[in-house]
Every structure is written in C-alpha cells, then in structure tokens.
C-alpha cells in the first residue's frame, strides 16, 4: 500500500490553489472546475471544492475549513529562504522557521481555510536519512 493523496475541501478551490501555488513554486492541473491536483514524486495534494461532496453522499461527508489535526508537509531545499519568498502570501504564521529537536528546520503556518502547513528543511544527516 502507498499513500497516494491528501485532498483538501474548500468552498473558494480558486483561493486556495493559488496560494499552494504560491506556496509550493508548483502548479496544479485543473481536472474540473471543481477539482484541482498538485502531482509530486511521493503523493498528491488534491483541492475539490464543496460541490464534489455530492459525489461522496453529501455535505455532511465533510465540512471545509474545519480541519483541526492535519498537519500538510512539503520539504524544501532552503526553508528561510521560501520563508522570505511567501512571507507577504502568509496571513498566520504559527511559527517561524525554526530548528526542531528531531533536526529540521521547520516553517509551521495556516492557509487560508485555516489548515495547519508545515514547510521543512532536513538539517542533520539522521534527519537527511530519513527521507
């Protein structure tokens, strides 16, 4: 088994790709109007907006902007760097770059749905190693 995707639920899926576009440095292949996807080597970051949850049994499938667990990761060469770069896309910055005790530089924030983001940097060989 592999994990293939996470796909987000949101009533605005326009807003919310291009701030993960702007986020990432990626872009997104736009399947629908109403579903958009964000292809990378190990998994993929889907966007369906609320209108697909009719194909699912309903809105009470799920509700956007509710997540309150979920933490979406991405690793990236230089995480203050991409810091500098996305800083005025960032409306609530949960944590600046900062080293972790596990060795990465990570950059905790909230997208506009309020979804907690994790940009990381591996900095120690052990936490190089584990990915």
Do not use: C, H
Not at 36 to 46: C, D, G, I, M, R
Not at 82 to 91: N, P
Request: hydrophobic share 45%.
């Amino acid at each position: 088994m592999r994990l293939s995707s996470l796909r987000i639920i949101t009533a605005d899926i326009k807003a919310l790709v291009k701030f993960y576009e702007t986020v990432t440095g990626l872009s997104f292949t736009w399947y629908t109007d109403d579903f958009a996807q964000l292809n990378t080597a190990v998994a993929a970051l889907a966007i369906g907006s609320t209108r697909t949850l009719a194909l699912f049994g309903g809105n009470a499938v799920a509700a956007a902007a509710s997540n309150r667990s979920v933490i979406i990761e991405f690793q990236v060469d230089d995480v203050d760097l991409r810091y500098q770069q996305i800083t005025e896309v960032l409306v609530d910055v949960v944590q600046p770059p900062t080293t972790m005790p596990w060795g990465n530089r990570s950059l905790l924030f909230r997208d506009p749905d309020g979804n907690l983001v994790n940009l990381f940097t591996p900095l120690t060989q052990e936490a190089k190693e584990r990915r």
